[in-house]
């Protein structure tokens, strides 16, 4: 993550966004602090800020609680995300509280909610929650360990504060989920990396596991370059026969495999959820 985030306050004309995976989506920021290496989101940007490094800068839509309050009042109710393309509870998130209003007006408007993070600042929002049986709340883990963790994900919270904040969310009854992705090759998706993985999710029981591989993605190659030479440059090849060759639909089936072993081994198997 670059050290200085450049932070920007923005007016949005609309807060609550159509969805293909949910009825709605909504996202308080543009832009995340968090900068996963691996983003998929940073194609949300492209155009609002060319050639800024992703994880370099956050768009911080003010309004973003005023507007969703009108279109809450003319919206048809559905499913809401968040958020799509930001972590909702990053970092500037603590000063701005922009996610915090948002929440608290789907909450009283009573949507079904879909909550993921990878933030422990999330656990603040719990007294909104607390008793919504309409909502899911989820934690992202890519690995179990926490030095990798700090190279792919350098602004999120550690594995352990994310899943120390699912057993929370569960404590106060939310119905919780574990989202199990991108899987990173030879880091934590086989071996001790996958076991010790399923062996802390498991011992917190969410309702669903969702699981996914590592996927190609415009602008991402470089900066998955660079954080897998920083941990152990021998894996590069193996990176790059999984992403750019035809060999990429047969790590797809032994992943499969090697999950469905220790998600069995786990007693975890039945709450999986595919996500390639
Ligand atoms: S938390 Fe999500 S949106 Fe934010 S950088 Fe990571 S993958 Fe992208």
């Known amino acids: 993550m670059c050290s200085q985030i ?9 807060a609550l966004t159509r969805s293909r995976l949910f009825d709605y989506c909504v996202n308080p920021y543009a832009g995340c602090a968090n900068a996963c290496v691996y983003c998929y989101a940073r194609f949300a940007t492209r155009f609002s800020h060319p050639g800024e490094p992703w994880g370099s800068f956050v768009d911080v839509r003010i309004n973003a609680p005023v507007m969703l309050e009108r279109q809450l009042h003319r919206a048809r109710r559905g499913d809401v995300y968040m958020s799509s393309v930001c972590d909702a509870w990053q970092k500037p998130e603590a000063q701005y509280g922009i996610s915090r209003r948002c929440l608290s007006l789907l909450v009283d408007w ?86 010790s993985l399923f062996a802390d999710v498991a011992g917190l029981q969410p309702d669903i596991l969702y699981v996914d591989r590592l996927n190609r993605r415009a602008g991402m190659w470089r900066a998955v370059c660079a954080a897998v030479s920083s941990i152990d440059p021998a894996l590069l090849p193996e990176y790059r026969r999984i992403l750019f060759s035809a060999e ?29």
Do not use: N
């Open 6 to 14: 450049r932070i920007r306050e923005v007016l949005v004309r609309s």
């Open 110 to 195: 009573g949507y079904p909610l879909f909550l993921q993070t990878k933030s422990a600042l999330a656990e603040r929002d719990f007294d909104l929650l607390s008793g919504c049986t309409a909502v899911q709340f989820g934690v992202t883990l890519t690995t179990q360990d926490a030095f990798t963790a700090s190279i792919f994900e350098p602004g999120a919270s550690s594995p352990a504060e994310r899943l120390r904040v699912l057993q929370e969310a569960k404590r106060i009854g939310l119905r919780t989920f574990v989202f199990l992705g991108p899987l990173l090759p030879g880091l934590s998706d086989r071996g001790h990396g996958l076991g």
């Open 248 to 276: 990429s639909s047969d790590y797809e089936v032994a992943l499969r495999h090697r999950v469905e072993q220790v998600a069995s081994e786990h007693g975890m198997l039945q709450r999986i959820h595919w996500c390639f």
